[in-house]
T-cell receptor, first 115, second 113 residues
Framework: DTGVSQDPRHKITKRGQNVTFRCDPI?????LYWYRQTLGQGPEFLTY????????KSRLLSDRFSAERPKGSFSTLEIQRTEQGDSAMYLC?????????????FGQGTRLTVV | AQKVTQAQTEISVVEKEDVTLDCVYE???????LFWYKQPPSGELVFLIR??????QNEISGRYSWNFQKSTSSFNFTITASQVVDSAVYFC??????????FGEGTQLTVNP
C-alpha cells in the first residue's frame, strides 16, 4: 500500500491522558498536513510541514498540541491532557510541492474519543 | 480570509438521476486552486479533481463533470446517472497563496436504489 497511513485508526482515552498519533505519508511527498474533523463538519487545518520544518500552525493548535516530523518522513501529533472537546477525527495528508501545487492525499484518519 | 460555502447539506436522489453539488468560494488571492474530495463512510478523503484559477475549462471524467465559473466564484460538480456507490459526503476545498486547504461543510449525497 503506497497511500498515506495513519495509526491507530481508533483511540479511546480518559480525559487528562496524553495521546500520540502517527502518520506515514506517501514516500516522495515533501509536504505533510494535519487536519481535524468533527462530526458533520469539513476538515479544519491544524499544521503543516515542508520536509522536517513546521512552517505553519493554526490557532486551533493550542499549547496542548504538538506535532513533529523529525526526519522529514513520518510525523507524530501529540495531545497532552486531553479534553472532551478534543474528540474528533484527526486526518493526515501529504503532497508534493515542486514548481506547482499538487493535490493532497489523505489517510483514513485516527478517530479520537475522550471519555 | 478564505471561505467555501456548500449550501446543500443533504441531497437525496434515486439511482440514475443526475445531481449537481454546488460550491461557492471567496478569496482575495489572484492565484488559487479548487478541489473536490469524496468521503465515503470509511472516512478517507478521496481526491476527485483539482482546478487552478487560470483554467476555466469545464472538465468531464466519466459520469463526473465540473463547471468552474470565476465570474460567480462557483465550482459546481455534477454526477450524471447517479449510482448507489456515489453515496458519500462531498467536500469542495480552496487553496490560496498559503499552504492550507479551506473546506466547505460538505454535502451528504444519498443515492437510493
Amino acid at each position: 500500500d503506497t497511500g498515506v497511513s495513519q495509526d491507530p485508526r481508533h483511540k479511546i482515552t480518559k480525559r487528562g491522558q496524553n495521546v500520540t498519533f502517527r502518520c506515514d505519508p506517501i514516500s516522495e511527498h515533501n509536504r505533510l498536513y494535519w487536519y481535524r474533523q468533527t462530526l458533520g463538519q469539513g476538515p479544519e487545518f491544524l499544521t503543516y510541514f515542508q520536509n522536517e520544518a513546521q512552517l505553519e500552525k493554526s490557532r486551533l493548535l493550542s499549547d496542548r498540541f504538538s506535532a513533529e516530523r523529525p526526519k522529514g518522513s513520518f510525523s507524530t501529533l501529540e495531545i497532552q491532557r486531553t479534553e472532551q472537546g478534543d474528540s474528533a477525527m484527526y486526518l493526515c495528508a501529504s503532497s508534493l510541492r515542486v514548481s506547482t501545487e499538487s493535490e493532497a492525499f489523505f489517510g483514513q484518519g485516527t478517530r479520537l474519543t475522550v471519555v | 480570509a478564505q471561505k467555501v460555502t456548500q449550501a446543500q447539506t443533504e441531497i437525496s436522489v434515486v439511482e440514475k438521476e443526475d445531481v449537481t453539488l454546488d460550491c461557492v468560494y471567496e478569496t482575495r488571492d489572484t492565484t488559487y486552486y479548487l478541489f473536490w474530495y469524496k468521503q465515503p463512510p470509511s472516512g478517507e478523503l478521496v481526491f476527485l479533481i483539482r482546478r487552478n484559477s487560470f483554467d476555466e475549462q469545464n472538465e468531464i471524467s466519466g459520469r463526473y463533470s465540473w463547471n468552474f465559473q470565476k465570474s460567480t466564484s462557483s465550482f459546481n460538480f455534477t454526477i450524471t446517472a447517479s449510482q448507489v456507490v456515489d453515496s458519500a459526503v462531498y467536500f469542495c476545498a480552496l487553496k490560496g497563496s498559503g499552504s492550507r486547504l479551506t473546506f466547505g461543510e460538505g454535502t451528504q449525497l444519498t443515492v437510493n436504489p
